[in-house]
Each structure stands twice: as C-alpha cells, then as structure tokens.
C-alpha cells in the first residue's frame, strides 16, 4: 500500500522533466534544461516557507529551515546520465509485484524492440515482492538517479515545514547540476549551503550506505592517421580505426565493469568512433585503492608510449582526474555512519556499509572540507532502460531523513 501519496507524486512529476547532462561542455549547466526543475524545485521550496535561493547562472538550488545547531545538510544532483535518452519518460507504477517478468515494452510500435525486466538477469527483483514498483515505458532511463533523492529531501522539508514543533537540527539542502558528468560541485557555493556536515542521497539498493568511493579520472585517446585511396594504399594509408581497435585490445578485458565487482577497480570504453582518418577512444578509470588507480593512468600512458613507438607519433592520450576516494577522510566523522545505520536498522533495514562502485557530489564535498557519506534512495539499475524504484523503499528512505534530522 503507498502510504505516502506526496513523495511519490513529487518523484513521478520530477522525472517527466528532462535533465540530461551532457559530455565535453565547458558551460554549466552542461544543459539548460537541467534548470527547468531547478526553477521548478525553487518554487516549491519558497511556497514551503523555507529560505530558498536559484543560481541562475549554475543551476544550483539551495534552501534551509531553522532548527538547532550544528545544521545538518542533504544534497542531491538534478541532472539524468548522458548514456540513455531522458526525453519524453513515461513512468507506470507496477502494483503488488507478484514475482517474474515485467514488460516494460511488447515492441507493438515500429521500430522499437521488446525489452523486459526479466528477473534472471536482474536477481535483485525477488527482492521486491509485494511492493509497488515505478518502472520505464523501456525507451528512456526512469531518473531515479538522482529525482528520488531530490523527491525524498523535498519531503523532508515539507515535513518540517508542515510540523515547526517537532524539533530538529537546522537543515539545509543543495540541489546540484552535472553530477552525472563530474562536475556537481565545480561552482557549490559552501557558504550558502550553511551546514559543514551533510548526506548526499544518491545510493541505490535499500539500506545500503556508502562512504568508500572510487578514485576516477577519465581518458581520452585520439588516434590520427593517413588518408590514402585503398587502390594506392600500401605502405601510405595509416588506419585510424584499426589502430584504436588494436588499442583497446592492449588493456586487460577481464578488468571491464562487466568482470568486477565490490573493491575491483576498471578501465571502461564508454565510446568509440572515428574513420581510417582520425578515431577517438573515451574510457572512465576507476579503482577504489589510490596506488592501482596511479598505476591504471600509468598503465594508459605506456600503452599510448608503445603504439606511438610501434607506429609513429599517431596517438595522443588526455587524462582527467574526476574526483577521489573520501574514506580516508571520513575517518574522523564516522558519527555520520552509525547514526545512518541506527536509524535505518530501527526502521527495520540492514544498514549495510558498501563500497560506492562509482562517485557521488559528496566525494568532493568531502575534500572541501564537508564530510558527506552517501544514503540509499530505493532506485535500481540506473543510467539505463532497465531502471525502477520501489515505493516502498522510497517510502522508508524519506522517513530515514526525517529521523536523520532529529
């Protein structure tokens, strides 16, 4: 049974606007479009009574309601990942999930094949039986990551808002752009977000708790080679696409997302394209230990070293470090992490402490001074067709914050 009709609403308005970020852009927002919920978030915040502030310019949204000090502060980012389409979401709610196959889309229109939410290949669904589940039409992303966590500290403040006599620490929030592109935090105003303590609310699975992050950086190989007539080519054409191909080829396969899990760090292809002219490798780094994240740059480095010794000088490598592990930081701030866990286990989850198998705004809040764990929010399978969140797990995510706050 939904028992919080207004969260899941807000969820379900949030994710029809489409707030995809996007690659390469030195603007922020890296989409103007990510402010049209900001603008939408601002509203609702000041007709809420809370102090609420639009950069107009970034498209960060800050707001706060008075309590006790210290303030504790929550933070969700805006925008929907780059690899799935978020235009035109259409979320339907699956009532009392009974178990098997959910078809997202039967393939009855042109042009669009049938894709299912097959539990043998995504186990986590026994997980949810009984539950109300929030799935895609199987064209576009749902953008539980991260609307679900924008939807869950809405609630929370119009849960203060609503009860001004229920004691509870000063709060405040931030609502970010171009989280999903690493740049979440490139114009976070600290001062006006007020609190020097907070929880991004950013995490997937339920009860889960994350303070442990990858070290990231991200990749790019261009490849330039020699356009010649394939009649006249031999010993004259350098192929460019070839050459990226048998790039590729040189990193370890085993080490792809696909073949790691839990502490195991990566190397990921995220796009490849190009012609026997000119071709562009993109890839992410990640690795949870410092030392093997240096070692994966270094390893990137003599790979582009040898094919430019076996070739000639035809590849270039950029890298970009994104943001780093905080778990050693948040070695002094672990009250953070038992008071999540205690509130989540007297609402009757795990509170499991998990690696985040990728990175949150609150890394680099991290290392700008402001400790920032992250909370689990109810939403599976993000950044693609396959995505849904539980109500339920919804349900208990947005009472988490609200205990959090006390």
Same mark, same amino acid.
């Given at each position: 049974?939904?028992?919080?009709?207004?969260?899941?609403?807000?969820?379900?308005?949030?994710?029809?606007?489409?707030?995809?970020?996007?690659?390469?852009?030195?603007?922020?927002p890296?989409?103007?479009?990510?402010?049209?919920?900001?603008?939408?978030?601002? +509203?609702? @915040?000041?007709?809420l009574?809370a102090?609420?502030?639009?950069d107009?310019?970034?498209?960060?949204?800050?707001?706060?309601?008075?309590?006790?000090?210290?303030?504790?502060?929550?933070? +969700?980012?805006?925008?929907?990942?780059?690899?799935?389409?978020?235009t035109?979401?259409?979320?339907? /709610?699956?009532e009392?999930?009974?178990?098997?196959?959910? /078809?997202?889309?039967?393939?009855?229109?042109?042009?669009?094949?049938?894709?299912?939410?097959?539990?043998?290949?995504?186990?986590?669904?026994?997980?949810?039986?009984?539950?109300?589940?929030?799935?895609?039409?199987?064209t576009? @992303?749902?953008g539980?990551?991260?609307?679900?966590?924008?939807?869950?500290?809405?609630?929370?403040?119009?849960?203060?808002?609503?009860?001004?006599?229920?004691?509870h620490r !000063?709060?405040?929030?931030?609502? %970010?752009?171009?989280?999903?592109?690493?740049?979440?935090?490139?114009?976070?105003d600290?001062?006006?977000?007020?609190?020097?303590?907070?929880?991004?609310?950013? $995490?997937?699975?339920?009860?889960?708790?994350?303070y442990?992050?990858?070290?990231?950086?991200?990749?790019?190989?261009?490849?330039?080679?020699?356009?010649?007539h394939?009649?006249?080519?031999?010993?004259?054409?350098?192929?460019?696409?070839?050459?990226a191909?048998?790039?590729?080829?040189?990193?370890?396969?085993?080490?792809t997302?696909?073949?790691?899990? $839990?502490?195991e760090?990566?190397?990921?292809?995220?796009?490849?394209?190009?012609?026997?002219?000119?071709?562009?490798?993109?890839y992410?780094?990640?690795?949870?230990? !410092?030392?093997?994240?240096? !070692?994966?740059?270094?390893?990137m480095?003599?790979?582009?070293?040898?094919?430019?010794?076996?070739?000639?000088?035809?590849? %270039?490598?950029?890298?970009?470090?994104?943001?780093?592990?905080?778990?050693?930081?948040?070695?002094?701030?672990?009250?953070?992490?038992?008071? +999540?866990?205690?509130?989540?286990?007297?609402l009757?989850?795990?509170?499991?402490?998990?690696p985040?198998?990728?990175?949150?705004?609150?890394?680099?809040?991290t290392?700008?001074?402001?400790?920032?764990?992250?909370?689990?929010?109810?939403?599976?399978?993000?950044?693609g067709?396959?995505?849904? +969140?539980?109500?339920?797990?919804?349900?208990?995510c947005?009472?988490?914050?609200?205990?959090?706050?006390q």
């Amino acid at each position: 049974m939904i028992k919080n009709k207004n969260l899941l609403d807000r969820f379900l308005r949030y994710v029809k606007i489409d707030t995809q970020s996007k690659e390469d852009e030195t603007v922020q927002p890296s989409t103007s479009k990510q402010k049209d919920l900001a603008r939408i978030l601002y +509203a609702e @915040l000041t007709d809420l009574g809370a102090d609420a502030y639009f950069d107009e310019q970034y498209g960060y949204v800050y707001a706060s309601l008075p309590g006790t000090e210290p303030a504790i502060g929550f933070v +969700a980012h805006m925008d929907t990942a780059p690899a799935t389409s978020g235009t035109g979401v259409n979320p339907r /709610i699956v009532e009392n999930y009974s178990g098997g196959k959910i /078809i997202l889309n039967d393939g009855s229109k042109p042009g669009i094949d049938p894709v299912v939410l097959d539990p043998d290949y995504f186990p986590e669904l026994g997980s949810h039986i009984g539950e109300d589940l929030i799935v895609t039409d199987g064209t576009t @992303l749902l953008g539980a990551d991260d609307k679900a966590g924008v939807a869950e500290i809405m609630n929370l403040f119009e849960y203060y808002a609503a009860h001004p006599d229920i004691p509870h620490r !000063r709060l405040c929030l931030a609502f %970010t752009p171009d989280e999903e592109v690493g740049r979440g935090t490139e114009h976070f105003d600290l001062e006006r977000f007020g609190a020097a303590e907070a929880y991004t609310v950013d $995490g997937g699975k339920m009860g889960e708790i994350e303070y442990e992050c990858f070290n990231a950086a991200a990749a790019k190989v261009e490849v330039r080679g020699t356009s010649v007539h394939p009649g006249d080519a031999k010993n004259k054409m350098v192929n460019a696409a070839a050459l990226a191909a048998e790039f590729h080829g040189m990193l370890p396969q085993a080490e792809t997302p696909e073949h790691t899990e $839990g502490y195991e760090g990566f190397y990921m292809l995220e796009e490849i394209s190009g012609s026997y002219e000119y071709a562009v490798l993109k890839y992410i780094l990640r690795d949870h230990d !410092r030392e093997k994240f240096e !070692r994966r740059k270094a390893f990137m480095q003599a790979v582009t070293e040898y094919m430019n010794c076996k070739y000639g000088a035809y590849f %270039t490598l950029t890298l970009k470090d994104q943001y780093y592990n905080m778990a050693d930081l948040m070695k002094d701030h672990l009250h953070l992490i038992e008071n +999540a866990k205690n509130v989540l286990r007297e609402l009757g989850a795990e509170g499991n402490i998990v690696p985040i198998r990728g990175g949150t705004d609150g890394a680099k809040l991290t290392y700008m001074g402001v400790p920032c764990p992250n909370l689990c929010t109810g939403g599976y399978n993000f950044h693609g067709r396959f995505e849904y +969140a539980s109500v339920q797990e919804m349900e208990i995510c947005a009472e988490m914050l609200i205990r959090l706050a006390q």
